[in-house]
C-alpha cells in the first residue's frame, strides 16, 4: 500500500493498541464516550491511527493475560509524549446482539465477560458496535508532544499534525487477516444475517 498522510486517530486503550498492533487481536468494542457528538458513536473515517490512552484502563476489566499490562493511573493523567506505534483500515462495523457478544467473540479480544456486560447495559438502545481493523506497524513509531485537544471522553481526535505511514507494514498477512475476518463474520451473520457492514 502507498503511504498515506493521516491526520485522524482513533483512541483507544494502550493496551489494546498493544494487542492490535502485536496481532493478537483484530476486534474492538465501541459504544463511544461520553463526548460523541450527538452523544452516539459514528465511524467518520477508516483511516486511522491507533492512539493510546491510559486512564480508564482497567485489569478487572481484561483477560489475565493482558490485566497485568495494564498499571493505573490518577484521573486526568496523560503523558507528556504520546508514541503512535501503527495505524489501521476499518475493514468491518458489526452489530453485536447481546447473544453474541457475550460468550462466542469471547475469544476474539482481550477484554472479560464484565466488560463485554458493561458495555452492552450501558446505553442499552444502542448497539455494541464491533470494529475489525487491519492494522499496520510503524518500522519508526512517530512520537508526539501531548496536547490538550487530544483530552476528553471521546473516540476521535484530529492531530496537530499530518502524520506519514512510510515504513509500515502489515501485522497479518493478507490470507491470515481474511481468515480471521470471515470467522468473525460468520458468527455474527449466524445470529443476525444483516449485522455486517464492510467496506465499501
Known sequence: MAPLDLTSALKEWHV??????????????????IRETQGEFTIPHRQVWLFP???????????PAYAHQVQPVDSGWHPHHVTLTGWAQITDILSLPKAIALQPLL??????????????????????????????????????????????????????????????????????????????REIVASAKPDAIASEP
Open 16 to 33: 489494546a493498541v498493544q494487542a492490535l498492533t502485536q496481532g493478537d487481536t483484530i476486534l474492538l468494542l465501541r459504544k463511544g464516550g
Open 107 to 184: 475469544p476474539f479480544h482481550i477484554w472479560n465477560e464484565t466488560f463485554v456486560a458493561d458495555r452492552l447495559n450501558w446505553k442499552p438502545r444502542s448497539p455494541l458496535l464491533g470494529l475489525l481493523l487491519r492494522v499496520y506497524r510503524l518500522s519508526t513509531p512517530h512520537t508526539l508532544t501531548y496536547d490538550s485537544s487530544y483530552g476528553g471522553c471521546r473516540s476521535w481526535i484530529d492531530l496537530q499534525t499530518s502524520l506519514s505511514t512510510e515504513g509500515s507494514a502489515a501485522v497479518l498477512s493478507n490470507p491470515e487477516y481474511q481468515q480471521r475476518v470471515d470467522h468473525i
Open 53 to 63: 490512552t491510559y486512564e480508564h484502563q482497567k485489569p478487572a476489566l481484561l483477560k
